[in-house]
């Protein structure tokens, strides 16, 4: 195994990557709230992958071994929390919505780390609370430790308009619908067809980030008209893909 990074603390801080930089596996003794202030974050560990767009950060607890990607030019915003500062209570990484006020207080916190006075604690206190506030999604595509699952995740992955039933992808693998239909539950906690929409998203946000237009997108990403996708990415994100690209 490679060695991993490790630091004590974990950095709070803005920064920028360039499409498809990485920043390579490492652990903090500290939590750290990730957000994309611009592009596509996908956060990986050893569980799976958990990605967000600009309306949504995701959480690391301390200790956690994880790597990032970016998809898409990303403004990275990072915020750093002592380990005995838990105000989720989390301790798995966790995809949660930022609203308006949440993402103006991570930029304004993340903008001047050296900054140590009065105001910017105060204003950390007031980004814990709408931190606590802040609802959960399962934004999260888990990753399979079953071979066979692994088979069918990897055929839906590889091309992600596939569109054959499990039970289709379970005779072209060898193995039966009912098996795999109990390893989604068992290993990711949702069913096929939740697990394929998630799979979905990852890459309809990963060809967003690219600039691929929204009907191209729907199309590459197995939805049947661009208005069931608009719909399903909505509910996911709470915005459109076009005002998603736009940064809206």
Known sequence: MPDIRH???APTRAQHL???DRIDAHRHDEH?????????????T???????????AIWVPAGTVHAHRAHGHLELHLVGLPAHDNPLGLDTPTVL?????????????????EDTGPQRRRLLAVLRDELRASPQQPL???????????????????????????AQLGAATGTGER????????????TFPQWRTQSRLYH??????????????????GWSSASAFIEVFRGAFGCTPGAHQRGG
């Open 7 to 9: 630091t004590a603390k």
């Open 18 to 20: 360039a499409a498809g």
């Open 32 to 44: 750290q709230i990730v957000y994309a202030g611009a592009g596509v974050l996908a956060v990986t």
């Open 46 to 56: 050893d569980a799976g992958t958990w990605f967000a767009p600009g309306t949504r």
């Open 97 to 113: 919505t930022v609203g308006p006020l949440l993402r103006e207080l991570i930029r304004a916190y993340t903008r001047d780390p």
């Open 140 to 166: 999260v595509l888990p990753a399979p430790a079953d071979p066979r699952l692994a088979a069918v995740c990897a055929l839906v992955h590889a091309d992600p308009a596939e569109p054959r039933t499990l």
């Open 179 to 190: 098996t795999l239909s109990r390893l989604f539950r068992s290993e990711f906690g949702m």
């Open 204 to 221: 309809a946000l990963r060809l967003l980030a690219d600039g691929t237009p929204v009907t191209t997108v729907a199309h590459r990403c």
